[in-house]
């Protein structure tokens, strides 16, 4: 029987981690869209060393669409490059834990700079795919395409709007369980690896999404999910990025 997590393993890891970060980067119209999962149904797909996370008994799986810019290494030693300082991208996540310590576990992330795939997948151990795509913003309406160029095939139409902001959210909320998440998990040949970010709370707003027409889901063999996504948007959140450490004990 795995064990727990509690409210304080959730805050400690909002902690700014020791030692110096690599990068930083901003990200914004990010739209977070979640749907309850059976975790059977994931845990094929996880390292078993892994613990899948959930909250009242249900994992979560998400589609994040947004974009990010003055993505820059840390110290900033070096200027932008060019390919590299701005993209636009989309994740496939849901959410796991070792140690006592919650992070994201990426099914798959889309961007639009082969630059920055060579290199998520280079340094970060992380299933980055290249696609095309667009990202329209008029109002408060965002329109978003995503054509995934690499196998297995994959596209997300999605149209959005935003509307008021929320409250911060607090731990033993789902809003909380959901979004506020300081490290990644990846794995290669067998070791697993994790990477710390930092930032401050989400600065969410409520969301109403208009469409939707993804495979993204469907493309790791998954179904698609039953019932309308949790909605969550963020317009901007800067961030900094710690290098991957081992896990190997």
């Not at 959730?10 to 059976?38: C, S, T």
């Not at 994040?64 to 003055?70: Q, S």
């Not at 369980?177 to 994790?194: A, K, N, Q």
Request: glycine content about 4%.
């Amino acid at each position: 029987m795995k064990s727990e997590l509690t409210d304080l393993d959730r805050l400690a890891v909002r902690e700014r981690p020791e030692g110096r970060p690599i990068m930083h980067q901003a990200w914004g119209k990010l739209l977070f869209m979640h749907w309850r999962i059976d975790e059977k149904i994931l845990r094929p797909l996880i390292p078993r060393e892994l613990e899948i996370d959930t909250f009242d008994g249900s994992a979560w799986i998400a589609i994040t669409p947004f974009t990010m810019w003055d993505i820059r290494a840390l110290p900033p030693f070096l200027p932008a490059l060019p390919g590299l300082s701005s993209m636009h991208e989309t994740n496939v996540r849901t959410y796991v834990y070792k140690h006592g310590i919650p992070g994201v576990w990426f099914f798959s992330l889309d961007a639009n700079s082969a630059a920055a795939v060579l290199s998520a997948r280079t340094f970060f151990f992380l299933p980055y795919f290249h696609a095309e795509i667009d990202l329209d913003h008029e109002d408060s309406t965002i329109d978003y395409s995503l054509t995934r160029i690499d196998k297995p095939k994959a596209r997300l139409e999605a149209t959005w709007s935003y509307r008021d902001t929320l409250p911060y959210s607090h731990p033993g909320s789902l809003t909380f369980f959901l979004t506020e998440r300081y490290c990644l998990y990846s794995e290669r040949h067998g070791t697993l690896y994790r990477a710390y970010i930092h930032h401050a709370p989400w600065p969410l707003h409520e969301a109403t999404l208009s469409s939707l027409d993804s495979t993204m889901i469907e493309s790791h063999g998954l179904l698609t999910p039953k019932g309308e996504p949790l909605l969550h948007y963020c317009d901007q959140l800067e961030v900094d990025i710690w290098p991957l450490e081992s896990l190997e004990s």
